[in-house]
C-alpha cells in the first residue's frame, strides 16, 4: 500500500531578477494574477489535492509571503467593524490551519535540488509532492490531483511532463519516455537537464510538479554541483531511477510559465477571460489593442 501525500515542497527563494525593478522589494511569488498573487493559486492546487503540511523554502527579503498566509489583525478587525464580511471571508479562505505551513531558509542559491534537500527535517522520511511556483497550472482537475491519482495507482515517483515543439527541447529537464499504460501514465527510463538541440530522447518537458520519495534527501546531500555550479534535482533523481520506478504523466490542462514575463501576461488575461464580468470588459480593450498593433 502507498503512503498517503501530505506534505509539499514550495520553493520560493528565487530573485526574480527577470521582472527587476518590479522583484527589488516585492518577492516574484507575490506578483499578482487578478486579485491573487502567484503564489495563492499553487498552494491552492496543493490543498485542493489533499496536501495537509505545505513548506516553504525561502531567501532573504521573502518574509511577505510568511505574513500573507498569516492573520492581518488590524486589517481583519477593520473590515469587522465596517462590516466588510465579503472580503474577511476571502481572507479567512485563504489562510492554513495554525501549524499546516512551515518556513525554512535556502541561505544560498545552490539550486532547486539543494532548495529541495533544506526541507529533508520537515518532510521527514514520507514521500511528498514539489510545486514549483512559477509554474501556474489551469485546469478543471489540478495538475497535482492528476498526479496524487497515479500515485495512487502505481506509487514510485511520479513526474508531470506536456508536449514542447522539438526545437526547443534544449530550453527544459526532458523525459525519456518508456511503455505506455492504460491510464494516460508511462514509465520512465531517463531525463536529461537541457540537452543540446538534436540530441533530446523526446519532446516531453519537466512541467514542475513532482512526488518523489524521501530516499531522495540521501542523495541530493551526496550530490555533487551539475549545471550551473548548481545542485540539480535532476541529477539525484537520476540515481534515485536505478533504485525505484519513475511514472511520468502528462498533464491535461494549460501551464502558464510566470516566471517569464510572456508567460505572466498570458496568465492574466487567460484567467481574466474566465470571469464573466470582466471578459465583458476586456474584450473590447484587446481588440482595439491589436488594431492598434497590427
Request: charged share 25%; hydrophobic share 40%; proline share 5%.
Amino acid at each position: 500500500m502507498t503512503r498517503a501525500i501530505r506534505k509539499a515542497v514550495l520553493p520560493v527563494a528565487g530573485l526574480g531578477t527577470r521582472f527587476l525593478p518590479a522583484t527589488k522589494a516585492v518577492p516574484k511569488e507575490m506578483l499578482t494574477i487578478l486579485d491573487r498573487p502567484i503564489i495563492q493559486y499553487v498552494v491552492d492546487e496543493a490543498r485542493t489535492a489533499g496536501i495537509e503540511h505545505i513548506v516553504f523554502v525561502t531567501g532573504r527579503n521573502k518574509q511577505v509571503i510568511e505574513d500573507h498566509f498569516d492573520i492581518a489583525y488590524e486589517l481583519e478587525e477593520t473590515l469587522r467593524r465596517r462590516n466588510k464580511d465579503h472580503a474577511l471571508e476571502l481572507l479567512e479562505k485563504i489562510r492554513p490551519s495554525a501549524g499546516t505551513t512551515s518556513f525554512t531558509r535556502q541561505q544560498e542559491p545552490l539550486g532547486l535540488g539543494h532548495a529541495i534537500w533544506c526541507a529533508r527535517d520537515i518532510i521527514g522520511n514520507e514521500p511528498f509532492a514539489i510545486l514549483l511556483p512559477d509554474m501556474l497550472m489551469k485546469a478543471p482537475k489540478g495538475c497535482l490531483s492528476q498526479m496524487v491519482e497515479a500515485y495512487e495507482n502505481h506509487g514510485g515517483n511520479i513526474i508531470s511532463v506536456e508536449e514542447v515543439p522539438w526545437d526547443q527541447t534544449h530550453k527544459y529537464g526532458i523525459v525519456e519516455r518508456g511503455a505506455p499504460r492504460t491510464d494516460d501514465t508511462f514509465s520512465i527510463t531517463g531525463m536529461v537537464e537541457k540537452p543540446a538541440e538534436g540530441t533530446a530522447p523526446s519532446n516531453l518537458y519537466i512541467n514542475g510538479r513532482y512526488i518523489l520519495q524521501p530516499e531522495i534527501f540521501g542523495l541530493l546531500e551526496k550530490q555533487s554541483t551539475g549545471a550551473g555550479g548548481e545542485i540539480q534535482l535532476t541529477d539525484a533523481m537520476l540515481t534515485l531511477m536505478g533504485q525505484q520506478d519513475f511514472h511520468g504523466v502528462e498533464f491535461r490542462g494549460e501551464t502558464y510559465d510566470c516566471g517569464s514575463r510572456s508567460g505572466f501576461l498570458s496568465a492574466n488575461v487567460a484567467y481574466a477571460l474566465d470571469d464573466s464580468e470582466l471578459a465583458a470588459q476586456l474584450r473590447p480593450m484587446l481588440d482595439k489593442l491589436l488594431v492598434k498593433t497590427s
